[in-house]
């Protein structure tokens, strides 16, 4: 009998946890970080092309021809001209050119979001300066000097005591 109890709690315990990961998921932060990542994991392709297929023809071109991807270090002592060829002749290599390339498409993804973020926090400055000079526009009511009611700006008489105002 107390086994029996001890899964009927286990049950109830079970319920109340799918429940709350339930509410949990369904919040709008972790859909909005779901959404993030999709668009991070989209986004991490583009700055790849970018620097393999632009950035790094480019260095390689200024460099005299220099080609990261080749530079390597055969941990067997052996001597290959090219990364593939000891790959295939089944070296273990220590391929630090990759990691220089790794490096170098990890800081275009930094700038690339920095400059999105200055960006977007300009026009989110931009949007908060207008609302403020918005609220900072001309007044459309006064105080009647009388009864201390607000009334529209050119009003003549007050509509609360029907005082003169000016």
């Not at 092309?49 to 002592?77: C, E, H, K, Q, W």
């Not at 000079?133 to 001309?138: G, K, L, N, R, Y």
């Not at 009611?149 to 007050?158: F, M, R, T, V, Y």
């Amino acid at each position: 009998m107390a086994k029996l109890n001890n899964i009927k709690d286990l049950a109830g315990k079970s319920k109340g946890f799918m429940d709350e990961f339930r509410e949990f998921i369904t919040r709008g932060n972790v859909m909005d970080m779901a959404v993030g990542v999709i668009i991070g994991a989209s986004f991490q392709s583009i700055i790849s092309s970018l620097v393999d297929d632009v950035i790094m023809p480019l260095i390689s071109r200024v460099t005299g021809g220099i080609d990261f991807s080749n530079y390597f270090v055969a941990l067997d002592g052996g001597t290959y001209k090219t990364l593939a060829k000891a790959k295939e002749e089944g070296a273990v290599t220590l391929n630090y050119g990759n990691f220089i390339t790794v490096v170098i498409n990890i800081l275009m993804m930094a700038l690339v979001i920095f400059v999105m973020l200055k960006f977007l926090n300009s026009i989110s400055n931009k949007v908060r300066k207008q609302a403020a000079e918005e609220e900072e526009a001309e007044p459309t009511t006064k105080e009647c000097p009388y009864c201390l009611q607000e009334i529209p700006i050119g009003a003549k008489k007050c509509a609360f005591c029907t005082s003169e105002v000016d």
